[in-house]
């Protein structure tokens, strides 16, 4: 078998890859000039710098430097001492990969292919049993083939279900199947190592959910005046586009909200009116809902009282909330129709406030503050757009509620509501 | 005979709960961990199911509540969960629980388990 230098299969190497020299020489820290110089064997190599250059031409540094017979008789024994129980006639590999080349490439091929696929293993079980987003998509993925197998087994073996417990599965099973193709192509991308921030395990809102949850929804950086995509530049959790522009809108508002209603400022007359919805937009100039949006998000260490808040869109499409103990926000699922959100919606402009009891197992009372602002600005000759939003506070004053509310129809106790749009399985029971 | 069932995704409760009701468990349910404990207190289970991964708490943390618990320190646990690694398995058989099941389960599995531990409550 015919060998050449170790110049010239560098050489032979770069040029199969249709690199340049100077592209391969910068790519180890060398001038091309001295590149040149090796590959016409002008200069000796060897140590790091061979090492270097397989690296970079994607070869094993034996292929450089001692030629490819000797790189496969290398590969050989490797494979040969993988394989205990084979008793391979190691006196006779030169012979062997001399005679049968093209049956001593495949042998290393297949061994080279069962050390990648190792590693792969390696570097999934270590993902698996490490990276927390990854175990929640599995869980979400379990999750859902869970509930899938359980409603359909239940359809196989009730073949006399009634219409109505028919018709009820048959619609979970259409639910879960959508979450789990969805999950199932989110947790794909994944473990595919897409870099694509598109790829994400989790919705645009899911992740401007948990980037809120980190902070707190509490921005120090914004309240002394940082820029906006700073504090968004910062952020490991904002991955997709989609949660980018959602939370580059909610912290331009906080930013806003933060100027015209400082801090400290904020704190004192949040103090003096007691938390006065009203009194604090008359203080500061500003509508009703920034007041609330601004109460909402700063820390019960800052105004000694915990908010939680709800914005929505027309369709009823929570844009962000913020929960507060006893009085449930759905997730996924669309939101009570009671809510005095959804009131405001119906009123534009008008602010409500409304003393609710919300239907747990504690049945707690808020006192909840809406209103409903224009979305941009209105223009001749299109439809004006809305968002509501409701700030929702402990009821301290003990005021009669006006109605009950729940977090969602499936789950909520409140008996013959007229607002209800499916069955309750905390009331029907089965 | 009342089956306290303490899990998060709607549409297993509802499944759980239609296979036990049928064969005449009282199912009641809870889906968050922060106060599945006063759920467990309020509604003096003979058995409960129990998911690993709650909202708020850890069906481990529950489980460890519930056998600090002298009126529920026997009161037979099944606890239901996705992540069926060999340590979750050991945690849970250390903090005293009655049956360990994975996710996906069947439900004939389910019922039979929960037939099998109720059967000297």
Known sequence: ?430 | MRVLLIEDEPNIIEAINFILSREGYDVVTHANGHDAMDAVRDRAPNMIILDVMLPGRSGFEILEDIRADQAFAQTPVLMLTARGQTRDRELAEKLGVSKFMTKPFANSEVLETVRTLTANV
């Not at chain 1, 902070?215 to 959790?237: C, H, K, M, N």
Request: aromatic content about 6%.
């Open chain 1, 1 to 430: 078998m015919k060998d050449r230098s170790v110049g010239s299969r560098i050489r032979e190497r770069r040029i199969a890859l249709k690199m340049r020299q100077a592209d391969l020489a910068s790519s180890v820290g060398i001038s091309a000039s001295y590149l040149n110089l090796i590959e016409h064997d002008k200069r000796r190599i060897g140590g790091k710098l061979v090492v270097d250059i397989a690296g970079v031409l994607g070869v094993e540094s034996t292929l450089l430097s001692e030629g490819a017979e000797a790189a496969l008789i290398s590969a050989l024994r490797e494979a040969a001492n993988v394989v205990t129980d084979a008793d391979p006639e190691l006196e006779r590999i030169d012979e062997f990969a001399a005679r049968f080349p093209g049956w001593a490439n495949i042998i290393r091929s297949q061994y080279q292919l069962g050390l990648k696929l190792e590693r792969t293993v390696e570097t999934l079980s270590d993902r698996l049993a490490h990276d927390p987003e990854l175990a929640a998509a599995m869980h979400e993925v379990l999750s859902m083939v869970t509930a899938v197998h359980a409603t359909a087994g239940i359809l196989h073996e009730n073949r006399e279900l009634e219409p109505e417990w028919r018709a009820r599965f048959h619609r979970n099973l259409s639910e879960d199947s959508q979450r789990l193709a969805d999950s199932s192509q989110l947790l794909v991308n994944y473990l595919d190592g897409a870099k694509e921030a598109e790829t994400r395990l989790a919705s645009p809102r899911d992740e401007l959910h948990s980037f809120l949850g980190e902070a707190g929804y509490f921005f120090p950086g914004i309240e002394d005046g940082a820029d906006v995509e700073t504090v968004l530049a910062q952020s490991r959790l904002l991955r997709s586009k989609g949660a980018q522009f959602l939370a580059r809108e909610l912290l331009t508002d906080y930013a806003t909200n933060a100027r015209a209603m400082p801090l400290h400022e904020f704190q004192g007359a949040h103090r003096d009116t007691s938390g006065d919805v009203a009194a604090l937009a008359d203080r500061f100039d500003v509508s009703l809902a920034a007041v609330m949006r601004r109460m909402a998000f700063l820390p019960k260490s800052v105004l000694e009282q915990d908010y939680g808040l709800v914005k929505c869109d027309m369709a009823g499409t929570m844009i962000y909330r913020k929960e507060i103990r006893g009085f449930s926000l759905p997730r996924y699922s669309s939101a009570c129709p009671r809510w005095p959100l959804f009131h405001a919606l119906q009123r534009p402009g008008q602010p409500l406030v409304e003393v609710v009891e919300f239907a747990a197992r504690e049945m707690e009372q808020f006192k909840c503050f809406a209103v409903s602002e224009l979305q941009g600005r209105p223009q001749f000759g299109k439809e004006t757009t809305f968002t509501a939003t409701m700030l929702i506070t402990p009821n301290s004053e003990r005021l009669p509620p006006e109605g009950q509310v729940g977090a969602a129809c499936r789950i909520c106790s409140v008996e013959n509501c007229s607002a209800r749009r499916e069955p309750s399985i905390l009331v029907d029971g089965i």
